[in-house]
């Protein structure tokens, strides 16, 4: 008999996890608030309050692993959002038995000057930032104290198939860069940045959930060499076969004077430095003993220019 995975959050990442693993031949079982969206082949779907520990654990029993690919509707509600979520998560993986995986991204490391990679201090002190360093700090804490097994994957921006514009800075712009328009973008257009396909970070879900050797620990996803925002959107463009466009900053006042009046724009400021300084994700060490490469660039962008494949509608929330 397959091993039982059951996945929350089917947006772009919960969904590459589904098809990787249904791929190899398990029996995946694919959750969100609605339980609906487009048939998956091989993969269920059911609905379920990710805060219900209750019913998280019913749907988990049995199962091998337990993937949190959850995604808050918005930054303004993480304070709340977050905290039992992920309390909720923690008692459905000790109550069953399956591996808490997570999926996570880079916020917690804070602004640093190098690249960032696995063992690096969770020493971000904004307010985001301290919510998944605590989320993986209590997960690894429960897995140090023997009761439950947990292992989280941090990837960058997101590029690839049914990435959203809210998904991913590159994403944000694609349609109007395809259209021909000049695009803005947050921070520096100039500086160093990584991008890592949904589906690799789906790959690395899986390959870890798999692993025993991985878990207790951080790993990153399959990211490729860092490319500017403006070499990203001209890659997207060229793969489409569209001339490549002008690519601005925002004026810094925007998020200065809009965060003043629009509560979004305020989070935002928060993540600007991400923007305006190298922001360089090492993922040397997944490749290194998983065996586990980026998808191509080139494809990467072909992915991110054609959308979601026609088989699939677009991205649903998680």
């Not at 905290?83 to 917690?108: E, I, K, M, N």
């Not at 429960?142 to 998904?167: K, L």
Request: hydrophobic letters at 45%; a neutral charge; one cysteine or more.
């Amino acid at each position: 008999m397959p091993d039982l995975h059951v996945i929350v959050g089917a947006g772009p990442v919960g969904r590459a996890t589904a098809i990787q693993l249904a791929g190899e031949g398990h029996e995946v079982l694919l959750v969100s608030r609605s339980g609906s969206g487009p048939a998956v082949p091989g993969v269920r779907r059911e609905a379920v309050d990710a805060a219900d520990a209750d019913r998280l654990t019913e749907l988990t029993t049995g199962a091998t692993a337990l993937y949190n690919c959850v995604n808050p509707p918005s930054y303004t509600v993480w304070p709340t959002f977050w905290p039992p979520v992920a309390a909720a998560f923690l008692t459905a993986a000790q109550r069953t038995g399956a591996t808490l995986v997570t999926a996570s991204c880079l916020y917690a490391y804070g602004p640093v000057d190098e690249p960032m990679v696995e063992g690096m201090p969770d020493a971000a002190t904004t307010k985001k930032a301290r919510i998944r360093a605590r989320m993986w700090a209590e997960a690894r804490a429960a897995h140090e104290a023997g009761r439950i097994a947990a292992v989280e994957v941090r990837g960058s921006d997101y590029m690839g198939p049914w990435v959203a514009p809210a998904s991913g800075q590159v994403a944000r712009v694609t349609a109007a860069a395809l259209a021909g328009r000049t695009v803005r973008v947050m921070g520096r257009p100039d500086r160093p940045h990584s991008f890592t396909d949904v589906r690799d970070m789906g790959r690395a879900l899986a390959a870890v959930a798999q692993a025993p050797r991985t878990w207790g620990r951080v790993w990153h996803a399959p990211t490729n060499a860092p490319r500017t925002q403006a070499e990203a959107v001209a890659d997207v463009c060229r793969a489409a076969g569209r001339e490549p466009v002008a690519v601005k900053p925002f004026p810094r006042w925007v998020l200065g004077v809009g965060g003043a009046v629009v509560p979004v724009l305020r989070e935002l400021r928060e993540t600007e430095y991400q923007f305006t300084r190298p922001y360089v994700l090492d993922s040397s060490a997944i490749a290194r003993e998983l065996g586990l490469e980026p998808t191509p660039w080139a494809e990467v962008c072909r992915a991110s220019a054609l959308g979601q494949p026609s088989t699939l509608t677009p991205c649903e929330s998680d």
